[in-house]
Structure formats: structure tokens, C-alpha cells
């Protein structure tokens, strides 16, 4: 038996007010956002019958979830975060706005204030006994002209897949930096080779995907902002090849183009002894329309540039 009332004018009314739209104080945009999550909360829980332990259970959840600090993780792994990128993707398509390297997810992981260096930059702080990496490459326009003083915001996880600051056993900053392109337009980063991630096995959204019948796991990958004056700000990332969880990504963000092909190279190359992994990538941005396009969102992140 389903019963119906979240249509009814009592209950459209009482939502109304809920929302706060029954007066003039507050905010306009947030009063319309929050009636149709009411709206269609009360939808959902009529048309799939949700019982009250259902409903008591995710409230519970959403309690967890905070105090974890995992929304941000969850919303990558249900796949929204990937969704907000095929949805830009598409609105470039409509304003013809295409060309360059392909957008990918930023992931929760972000720590603004990395140490700015310019035209290369030691990115791990020589306590993780990883395979040395050798990253580098060129920001160039849809021209294929070289950037000079572009931003190559880049961070990634150590051989346990674990991010630093997230994991305090890592020193500050470690496997983050900021390089500026030098004069042709390159930056270099040693570093070492990551592994990929895995969501806490023991955290909320480990729990929900479990109940999905999902792994929580990311094919080894190296984060980037890439920005540079007149030019569309880039998030992106390079996801290993090789992985086995290349193209099996529990936050859907390896996209064709953003491959990053490993080589290795003899002992002594670049002067650093054992096997070397060498990755080249170059970055081509698109031009600005506009100011905000220069700039990433405003999405919270932790700390602050200096
Ligand atoms: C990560 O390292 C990541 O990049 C994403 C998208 C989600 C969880 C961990
Ligand atoms: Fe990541």
C-alpha cells in the first residue's frame, strides 16, 4: 500500500514555511534549495516505502559520516563529484569550449599553502624508501605554445596511499608542492612513485559501499591545479598506467588523455641511484572568458594559500 500526502496543499504549504519562504529574512537561494530537498526527500520516502528504522539509520549515518570527515569521499565514490565534471563537460560542448587536457576530480584530499618553487621542486621529504620519480613536462595553450609562470599545484599519496596532513605521520607538506613554469614553460618535480588509495576500511563510507557490493580502491594517480593568467583554471589528475585499478576506480576519475605512461630508467640516471620512474606530462590549458575562470572553486579546503 503506497500512501501519498508530500502533494497535498497542507503538506506543500508546511514545507513552504519549513523553507523559511512564508517570510522575506534569510537567503533566497538557499530557501529554494532546501524546499525541493524537503520536497524531494518526502517524494522518495513515500515512493520507496522508507520505514522509519530506514530513515533513523541514515540520519545516523549522516552523523558518522561528519564526524569521520568522509562526505567529501562518499560524494566522490557514489560518483556525483565525476557527474559535476560530465556535466561541465557537456555545458563546454553547448559554448564550444573544448580542446586541452580533459578535467578530472579533485578528490577530498587538497591541502592549500604547498611551498612554492620555481621551475622544479622536491615533492617527498626522503623517509618513504618508494621508487624515485622523475615528473615533468610542459603547460602549453590549445596552440601548443609554452606558458611561462604557470601554477603546477601537484600533490599525491606515499607508498601506503595515504595523503599528508590526512595521515600526521607524514612531515608537512610532503608529496605537495606548487611549481611555477619557467620561461619555456616547464616544471620538473622528483618524487616518489605512489600507491593507490583505499577509503578507511573501517570509516561510513567503506560501509555504505560495502553494501553496494563495491571496492573502495583508486588506481595510483598524481593530483593537479594547473593556472596561469588568461587561462581556464585546470583540475586534473594523471592516473597510472599499469594499475590494475586503472580503469576500475571507486571515484570514476581516470578519463582517456589523462593516462600517465611510467618508464623506467637505469641506475645513476638523473644522478639518483636504483631504478628510476620517469613520467612525462604535458598540461594544455584553455584561454579565459572571464576572471572566475582563471580561479578554482571556492569548495572549503584545508589551510589556506600564502
Ligand atoms: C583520493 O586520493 C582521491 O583522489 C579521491 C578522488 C578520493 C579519495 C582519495
Ligand atoms: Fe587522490
Same mark, same amino acid.
Given at each position: 500500500m ?25 537567503n ?22 522508507i ?20 562526505a ?26 573544448t ?106 563510507? %567503506? %560501509? ?28 586534473? %589528475? ?29 641506475d ?20 579565459a ?18
Amino acid at each position: 500500500m503506497t500512501v501519498r500526502i508530500s502533494h497535498s496543499a497542507e503538506v506543500r504549504s508546511f514545507f513552504e514555511h519549513a523553507a523559511g519562504l512564508t517570510h522575506d529574512q534569510g537567503n533566497p537561494r538557499l530557501k529554494q534549495i532546501v524546499l525541493r530537498i524537503l520536497q524531494d526527500s518526502a517524494k522518495l520516502i513515500e515512493d520507496l516505502a522508507i520505514s522509519d528504522d530506514e530513515f533513523w539509520t541514515a540520519v545516523d549515518y549522516l552523523n558518522r559520516l561528519g564526524a569521520r570527515g568522509e562526505a567529501g569521499l562518499l560524494v566522490a565514490g557514489l560518483g556525483i563529484e565525476h557527474f559535476l565534471d560530465l556535466l561541465s563537460d557537456a555545458r563546454d560542448q553547448l559554448t564550444g569550449r573544448t580542446g586541452g587536457t580533459p578535467r578530472t576530480i579533485e578528490g577530498p584530499l587538497y591541502v592549500a599553502g604547498a611551498p612554492l618553487c620555481e621551475g622544479e621542486a622536491r615533492l617527498d621529504d626522503g623517509l618513504d624508501p618508494g621508487t624515485p620519480m622523475l615528473l615533468q613536462g610542459k603547460v602549453l595553450d590549445l596552440d601548443g605554445q609554452p606558458i611561462a609562470g604557470a601554477i603546477v599545484d601537484v600533490w599525491h599519496a606515499n607508498t601506503r596511499g595515504l595523503y599528508s596532513y590526512f595521515d600526521p605521520s607524514q612531515s608537512e607538506y610532503n608529496l605537495r608542492r606548487r611549481i611555477r613554469t619557467d620561461a619555456q614553460g616547464r616544471y620538473r618535480a622528483r618524487s616518489i612513485v605512489p600507491s593507490g588509495y583505499g577509503c578507511p576500511a573501517d570509516g561510513p563510507t %567503506q %560501509q555504505c559501499l560495502d553494501q553496494l557490493g563495491r571496492h573502495g580502491q583508486r588506481p595510483a594517480h598524481i593530483h593537479f591545479f594547473i593556472s596561469a593568467p588568461g587561462h581556464r583554471h585546470l583540475t586534473t %589528475q594523471i592516473n597510472l598506467s599499469g594499475d590494475q585499478y586503472l580503469w576500475d576506480d571507486f571515484a570514476y576519475a581516470t578519463r582517456d588523455g589523462l593516462i600517465g605512461e611510467v618508464t623506467f630508467a637505469e641506475d645513476g640516471a638523473h644522478g639518483i641511484a636504483g631504478r628510476i620512474a620517469e613520467l612525462n606530462f604535458d598540461f594544455r590549458l584553455q584561454q579565459a572568458t572571464s576572471s572566475d575562470d582563471e580561479q578554482r572553486s571556492l569548495r572549503p579546503r584545508a589551510l589556506q594559500d600564502h
